[in-house]
Every structure is written in structure tokens, then in C-alpha cells.
T-cell receptor, first 112, second 114 residues
Framework: SQTIHQWPATLVQPVGSPLSLECTVE??????LYWYRQAAGRGLQLLFY??????ISSEVPQNLSASRPQDRQFILSSKKLLLSDSGFYLC???????????FGQGTRLTVV | KQEVTQIPAALSVPEGENLVLNCSFT??????LQWFRQDPGKGLTSLLL?????REQTSGRLNASLDKSSGRSTLYIAASQPGDSATYLC?????????????FGQGTELSVKP
């Protein structure tokens, strides 16, 4: 069966520090991968999605970047965090256009 | 631009009551619609997926309907239980550039009182 792993679960980082959040999927190949952010009291905002290795599409200009070095690995990064980067980050995957999407357990990022 | 709206934003009901959560979307060019549950501080759990060609899906006490032409979906929860307390999110899946994306509503926060 397919599973999605996301870590760390919580993270407290100072302003200006770098960030690396990792997401991996098991039990499938060539998944579509997504990074979402959920700010307090707000809905989910799509940040990046990827349909294959090295293929990244960005939804909104921001302080973050994403990479897909392997088929089932999706990494969210920042060189210098801002206070506004605080939030709940969720990784998700699905297979093709009409299949169910599955989410990881999320990373709670607090920038101080 | 696709916009997804969920009404009500919050709902409190006594245990055992049947209830309906509403989701509407402005662009009917969707591939599917998915309902999720989110417990506080947790990720999203998929409840039901309805393909654009389908009218409804059922899983246990949950029934979701889709009327694509009118841009509406409902999630029906029968015989609600305190364990159903959570935030319920609907999302539509759309083609975008070379891939696709889920566009979410703001959610309905459900509280079921014992």
C-alpha cells in the first residue's frame, strides 16, 4: 500500500535561517507531488507541484523553493526564513488526473 | 479563477443528528471533487472522491453528491457522533499548466455534542 512520510512534525526556526522540509512517498511510482501551506484560520494554499523528477511548478512568488531530486522525494526549502513563512506545511500526492489525493501529517513551522 | 466556498463555516449539533455540509465552486471544468477531514494539528484524511462524471459516492455513514453543472456538492453525515467532530474540507481538482491542482474551500468546523 502507498504511504506518505513528512518530517519533521514541528520546527522552530529563527528569522534568516535556512529551511528544508522533506516528503517521501512509498508504494507508487511517478506520483504527482504537492506542497501546500495552511496559515492559521485560513484555507490551504498550493505552493508547488511536480509531475516528475526535476519538474517543479510554482504557484505564488515567495521566499520558498522546491526540488524533486528523486521520483518519490519532494523537498521544500528556503535560504532565509521570514516571519511570514510560519504555518502548517502539508505534502500531498496523487496519481494522474482523476485519482484520490493523499496528504502527509504536516509540519508545523514557527519562525521566531 | 476557481473559487470554492463552504457553508456554514462552523456547525454545532447534538449527537445522533443527521447533517449536511455544503460546498460550491464557480468553474464547472473540474476533474473530480474530494472531501477531506482534518483533526486539529493533523494532516488531511480523504473521505470521499467523486469523479466529474459521477453523481454521488457513499462510505459508511457518509454520502457525498455532486452537481457539476450547478457547481455544488454536499456531504451528508448520518447519525452524527462526537468522533465526527473535525474540520471538513472540500476540494476540486483542475487541470493547470502541465499538471493539476486541488483548490480548497475554507472548511466547515463541525462539533458534535454528546
Amino acid at each position: 500500500s502507498q504511504t506518505i512520510h513528512q518530517w519533521p512534525a514541528t520546527l522552530v526556526q529563527p528569522v534568516g535561517s535556512p529551511l528544508s522540509l522533506e516528503c517521501t512517498v512509498e508504494g507508487t511510482s511517478n506520483p504527482n507531488l504537492y506542497w501546500y501551506r495552511q496559515a492559521a484560520g485560513r484555507g490551504l494554499q498550493l505552493l508547488f507541484y511536480s509531475v516528475g523528477i526535476g519538474q517543479i511548478s510554482s504557484e505564488v512568488p515567495q521566499n520558498l523553493s522546491a526540488s524533486r531530486p528523486q521520483d518519490r522525494q519532494f523537498i521544500l526549502s528556503s535560504k532565509k526564513l521570514l516571519l511570514s513563512d510560519s504555518g502548517f506545511y502539508l505534502c500531498a500526492w496523487n496519481q494522474g488526473l482523476i485519482t484520490e489525493a493523499f496528504f502527509g501529517q504536516g509540519t508545523r513551522l514557527t519562525v521566531v | 479563477k476557481q473559487e470554492v466556498t463552504q457553508i456554514p463555516a462552523a456547525l454545532s449539533v447534538p449527537e445522533g443528528e443527521n447533517l449536511v455540509l455544503n460546498c460550491s465552486f464557480t468553474d464547472s471544468a473540474i476533474y473530480n471533487l474530494q472531501w477531506f477531514r482534518q483533526d486539529p494539528g493533523k494532516g488531511l484524511t480523504s473521505l470521499l472522491l467523486i469523479q466529474s462524471s459521477q453523481r454521488e459516492q457513499t462510505s459508511g455513514r457518509l454520502n457525498a453528491s455532486l452537481d457539476k453543472s450547478s457547481g455544488r456538492s454536499t456531504l451528508y453525515i448520518a447519525a452524527s457522533q462526537p468522533g465526527d467532530s473535525a474540520t471538513y474540507l472540500c476540494a476540486v481538482y483542475m487541470i493547470y499548466n502541465q499538471g493539476g491542482k486541488l483548490i480548497f474551500g475554507q472548511g466547515t468546523e463541525l462539533s458534535v455534542k454528546p
